[in-house]
């Protein structure tokens, strides 16, 4: 990657971020967690990667936030849950061909968080879908970009 590619990644995953924040000051909802700094690296430092594509960005959060509220629902959220609610979220995403790595990250802080099924829409699916149309944006802005790859 060059030293403008670089740059060119970090800005768009600034903004993207900070787009998150902004929805999270004007909402009052809490939209930006953890897993969302990881999926902007990949996002915006491999565009191209098969695990940066929408299906697995939004599926793979998506999937494994359900995941997580379901643990929470039913086993509630003791130590050994946040383990288990990664390794269901893994088998989950690699069933359903949307394995995206910060969805695990998604379902621990689910589990940990004691979240409901809320967590799913807010802040997993709207973080989500923010990055998502701002790699749309700031990926195709770029000559030597293309985002996405594939939609399905």
Avoid: D, K
């Amino acid at each position: 990657m060059s030293l403008g590619q670089a740059l060119w990644s970090g800005a768009s995953a600034t903004l993207g971020l900070l787009a998150i924040h902004a929805l999270t000051v004007a909402s009052g909802q809490p939209l930006l967690i953890g897993s969302l700094g990881a999926s902007a690296v990949l996002l915006f430092a491999a565009p191209e990667a098969a695990l940066s594509q929408p299906r697995n960005l939004v599926g793979g959060h998506a999937i494994s936030a359900l995941v997580a509220a379901c643990i929470v629902a039913t086993l509630g959220s003791p130590p050994f849950t946040i383990a288990f609610a990664v390794g269901v979220a893994i088998v989950a995403m690699a069933l359903t061909r949307t394995l995206h790595p910060p969805g695990g990250a998604t379902a621990l802080i689910g589990v940990q968080g004691a979240c409901g099924f809320s967590f799913v829409l807010v802040p997993v699916l709207a973080g989500a879908l923010v990055l998502l149309v701002t790699a749309l944006v700031t990926n195709n802005l770029a000559r030597q970009r293309r985002y996405p790859t594939h939609w399905l």
